[in-house]
């Protein structure tokens, strides 16, 4: 019993340690790292590396992920560059099992009381040095949990009960394989691989199996990654959709070569290991570090492929690929002439899209609406916080007058678009509330039809199409009080019967008529003339 207990508190260790290393560790990156990852996602080679050095500084693989998931999400970068960063870090990663692979017991005392001597002084509350030692903590625990399972072990190596246990097991070549694959989808496969290292050291698993739980785990933590990232969709996904790749690419790699060997008598994956170290908790080390760079390499070798597997998996949703710049490119900001035609274009694509809130709502509709009204809003509201800052980047930049007039109107415009944005998506929301009795239809279908009306000519006019002219936008735009006032009264006198909740929805549509209605006049007045009102 005491030998069971012991070995569940060095698991147990096992766990917190890695957690607070972890954690902790990821604090420790924090902004730097990510800026770090948004500079190196241009140069692969130098993503290989800022990989490597994040999977052995932060100790989690999927903490990467998730880090360059946010960045990918914030357009600091893209899925096919952060690709090489997430492929590298498993190799980075493997420092945590070499460390435990090492008889380090004396370290981990002199390391324990360091730890003790810090949160004596305090520095576990100072904020500069508090995630360190909470890292320190960590990493204290985890060995001292592998150290903790290897001496409760011992006495098991000469139960006979367990020696038959794993004599039949060995009959079953693949056992550790499944058993690998299948743990680490709950538990995480490197905190798997320790725990393999340490039975190893302790001599309750045999070396052959030892290797196939290390492969087996990197398979179940790339089905793990998938499964946490189940409520992620679209590009954001891909990257978890990748670590599978990549973890399968290893096992087709490292799983052949080892039944090879196993039932061929070939010398490979376990004879190089042997080679190397004789110990062997450094080669089950050597085995995970094998796995990692031989699937580097050839997803490396793969990538444009990869990607686009990934990208036919899980395909960017209609909010990424609205919410996405068509036309403007960051390095063209110095240049204002071609700067200003990129601005127009992508203010274009969001008024050819307005009337895409009235979708299904009006006569001439095909059909129900392709996108929701919020992807819509949001998608929309993003694009133009994106030309907001490829504007004010552009107007840092010595230019002529003319050029410096019109793109200072170009970010007038952009102000409004939010508004425009904002006021549609409460109209289409406002809508259905507004009942089916005859006078409140024959309002709405009046403000519908005309508000749609209104939406096509300004997105003509500001193609340069000239299907109205200034003189009639600035009438067609002009203030509508008067008009929805009369809508209004009209209402009361031919619906005196019109529930409160109805009446309230009415009232609030012709408001919210007004507002985009202003909010294109002030577009117009921005436009370059002679579509200028």
Known sequence: MHTLFTLLAGLGLIFIGTQFLTA???????????????????????????????????????????????????????VKAAMPIVTWSYAGSTLRLLLVSVDLGLVTLILLALVGLAFLLGYDRDGRWRHMVGAALGLTLLLYGVQTMVDGSQPLRHSETL????????????????????????????????????????????????????????????????????????TTRQLNLYQLVLKLIGVGIMLPLLMLEHWGGVPTVRSLAGWISGDLGIQVTLVHWMF??????????????????????????????????????????????????????????????????????????PGPAAVPVATLRDSGDELSRAIDAFLKASLQHPMPPELLDRLMRRWNFNEELPVMHNALAQF????????????????????????????????????????AGPDLMERLTSDRTAMMRQLREDLVRSSPDLPVAERQAIWRLTDMFERVTWAMRRLMLNLDPPAAA
């Open 163 to 234: 020696r038959d246990i794993l004599a039949f097991a060995d009959r079953f070549y693949l056992w550790g394989f499944i058993a690998g694959t299948l743990l680490a989808s709950v538990i995480q496969g490197q905190t798997l691989s320790v725990i393999a290292i340490a039975l190893t050291q302790g001599g309750l698993l045999g070396l052959d199996q030892t290797m196939l739980l290390v492969v087996g785990a990197n398979l179940g933590a790339g089905i793990q990654a998938v499964a946490q990232g189940a409520g992620l969709a679209g």
């Open 428 to 467: 289409a929301a406002t809508l259905p509330r507004a009942g089916t009795q005859p006078g409140a239809v024959r309002i709405t279908t009046t403000l519908v039809e005309a508000l749609h009306a209104l939406l096509v000519i300004l997105a003509e006019e500001a193609a340069g199409g000239d299907v």
């Open 24 to 78: 902790n560790m990821k604090q420790v990156a924090g902004a730097r790292f990510h800026r770090l990852v948004a500079g190196a996602t241009r140069h692969p080679l130098r993503a290989a590396g800022v990989g490597v050095a994040a999977g052995a500084v932060i100790q989690s693989t999927n903490a990467v992920t998730f880090i360059i998931v946010g960045l990918i999400a914030a357009g600091a970068t893209t």
């Open 292 to 365: 990692q760079i031989s699937a580097a390499l050839a997803a490396s070798l793969m990538s444009g492929a990869l990607f686009r597997l990934i990208e036919r998996w899980s395909p960017a949703t209609a909010a990424e690929t609205l919410s996405k710049p068509a036309f403007i490119a960051p390095a063209a900001a110095a240049q204002a002439d071609v700067a200003l035609e990129m601005v127009e274009q992508e203010q274009l694509r969001l008024l050819r899209r307005m009337p895409d809130f009235l979708a299904g709502l009006h006569a001439d509709s």
